[in-house]
């Protein structure tokens, strides 16, 4: 009994998790991956070539946002995958084809869900 006082003091005293510390951004993250993946279902109907470049580059930066936000909040792994399908989604943007711009966005969808699955599942880590 004597032993679990300072236990319970020191998580008492202990600081918040990254992404629990205020402004570290964890809801515009998410709101920013939520946003994106929308852009990448969009790009993947597009009916054409540069509508489908044009989803790719607003996926592209709302993805870069998310990636930038979980970083700062500490949630690595899901960032490197958000960061993955940035770059994915970025690539896309200069596909010669509609073709193109699909598969690249479907890649970058399946890197998207990776990192939201991660947070699903395991929380910010």
């Known amino acids: 009994m004597a032993g679990v006082i300072p236990l319970v003091i020191l998580l008492l005293l202990a600081g918040p998790a990254a992404a629990q510390r205020s ?3 964890m809801g515009l993250g998410l709101e920013a991956l939520r946003g994106a ?3 990448l279902r969009a790009g ?3 009916p054409s070539l540069l509508e489908g470049r044009a989803a790719a580059a607003g996926a592209a930066q709302s993805l870069g946002e998310a990636a930038g936000r ?3 909040c500490g949630c690595g792994e899901a960032a490197g995958h958000t960061q993955e399908a940035a770059g994915l989604a970025e690539a896309a943007r200069g596909a010669d084809s509609l073709d193109g711009v699909r598969r690249g ?3 970058a969808r399946f890197s998207a869900r990776l990192a939201r699955e991660r947070l ?3 929380g910010c880590s």
């Open 120 to 122: 699903d599942r395991h």
């Open 23 to 25: 402004g570290c951004g």
């Open 70 to 72: 979980l970083g700062g």
């Open 44 to 46: 993947v109907a597009a």
């Open 37 to 39: 993946e929308g852009g």
């Open 105 to 107: 966005l479907d890649r």
